[in-house]
Nanobody, 121 residues
Framework: QVQLVESGGGLVQAGGSLRLSCAAS????????MGWFRQAPEKEREFLAA????????YHADSVKGRFTISRDNAKNTVYLQMNSLKPEDTAVYYC??????????????WGQGTQVTVSS
């Protein structure tokens, strides 16, 4: 069982930056691939980025490539999402997820509760 807790969300002006963190419980964090997703009101959950257990492989959705960066620190059991050049359309609840294999789909095994990001124009 893995428990995930996101933090770092909040209100930011357009063009600003935020760094989201996702802290995981358990001693096998490095064996899990991690992903970041978001869901805006009345929209489907959207894949943003994923990273392998070792951190050697990352993948970012075209919609955020060049603005968002996923990373992880296995010593701290934490995965991050650095978000730069934020736009009002980035407003959503952001979720981290853990799974046995890296994927761009929502088929991860464990999910956090989400953290709200609001970007004002």
């Amino acid at each position: 069982q893995v428990q995930l807790v996101e933090s770092g969300g909040g209100l930011v002006q357009a063009g600003g930056s935020l760094r989201l963190s996702c802290a995981a419980s358990g001693r096998t964090f490095s064996s899990y691939a991690m992903g970041w997703f978001r869901q805006a009101p009345e929209k489907e959950r959207e894949f943003l980025a994923a990273i392998s257990g070792s951190g050697d492989f990352t993948y970012h959705a075209d919609s955020v490539k060049g603005r968002f960066t996923i990373s992880r620190d296995n010593a701290k059991n934490t995965v991050y999402l650095q978000m730069n050049s934020l736009k009002p359309e980035d407003t959503a609840v952001y979720y981290c997820a853990a799974g046995v294999r890296i994927t761009v789909t929502a088929s991860y095994d464990y999910w956090g509760q989400g953290t709200q990001v609001t970007v004002s124009s």
